[in-house]
């Protein structure tokens, strides 16, 4: 009877743990937004709401995965569910997300502001053939603002010390305005943590809001050979070389 009702329970657990597998499994599921047929962004979208009930889940576009979205805001800023996420491709072919809505400051009070943090990884297939990200690429669309007003995208990533930022300004004469920034890692990385700040500001007398409607952002990535490689290659060069001056 013993050996029965420990046959039974070692069942049991064994079957609740396929169970909570399965649902693992399901709950990390990955949405599929990868741009086609050239287009810069996909068909289909994601909310950031749905994004940030689902820690474990993401989004795939093209070589790259992302995951770990969270939001917070205040003032005039979006509610997560009033952000659409999509897959982007840039102009040079790499991938990314576009994050739309309406990142703004209404007249009057005080300023606006929205935080976007999330992670970004090389696939599993391409981590193993020895890809890592390099460069980041941040673009701000849409953007607007009355005078003495404006609006400002700052980021950073995890243990980096390169930063980006895009804004357009009406403070002071004309517009002075930077709808790009990109930089190159020192040391690249198969998997980076990003935080994006969107700060903005319209004047107590303005008439029209500070706003963006659009933030892009890519990533490249390059072919970096493992060490062990390297130098298997650096060994393959030195006996080449002594082969040819035996020959001579």
């Not at 013993?2 to 949405?31: D, E």
């Not at 005078?147 to 995890?158: G, K, R």
């Not at 943590?193 to 990535?221: C, E, W």
């Amino acid at each position: 009877m013993l050996r029965f009702a420990s046959r039974a329970v070692t069942a049991a657990v064994a079957f609740a743990t396929a169970a909570c597998l399965t649902v693992g499994a399901a709950s990390a599921a990955l949405i599929d937004l990868t741009p086609a047929n050239g287009a810069i962004n996909s068909v289909g979208s994601v909310t950031l709401a749905d994004l940030q009930s689902d820690p474990s889940g993401g989004i795939v576009v093209g070589d790259k995965i992302f995951t770990g979205f969270s939001y917070s805001r205040l003032g005039d800023m979006p509610l997560p569910a009033d952000i659409n996420v999509l897959g982007f491709k840039d102009p040079d072919g790499n991938w990314g997300v576009s994050f739309h809505g309406i990142f703004q400051d209404m007249p009057g009070g005080s300023a606006s502001d929205a935080l976007i943090r999330f992670a970004v990884e090389v696939s599993p297939a391409g981590q193993q053939q020895g890809w890592q990200i390099t460069d980041a690429h941040l673009f701000l669309g849409g953007a607007g603002a009355a005078d003495e007003s404006f609006i400002t995208v700052d980021e950073t990533f995890l243990g980096k010390n390169e930063t980006l930022n895009a804004y357009y300004s009406t403070v002071g004469p004309g517009v002075n305005s930077k709808l790009a920034d990109s930089t190159i890692f020192t040391t690249p990385v198969t998997k980076l943590f990003v935080t994006k700040d969107i700060y903005a500001n319209a004047a107590s007398g303005a008439f029209l809001p500070a706003r963006a409607t659009v933030i892009d952002q890519s990533f490249s990535q390059t072919l970096i050979p493992e060490p062990a490689t390297m130098a298997l290659a650096g060994m393959g060069g030195v006996a080449m070389v002594t082969l040819r001056r035996r020959r001579s």
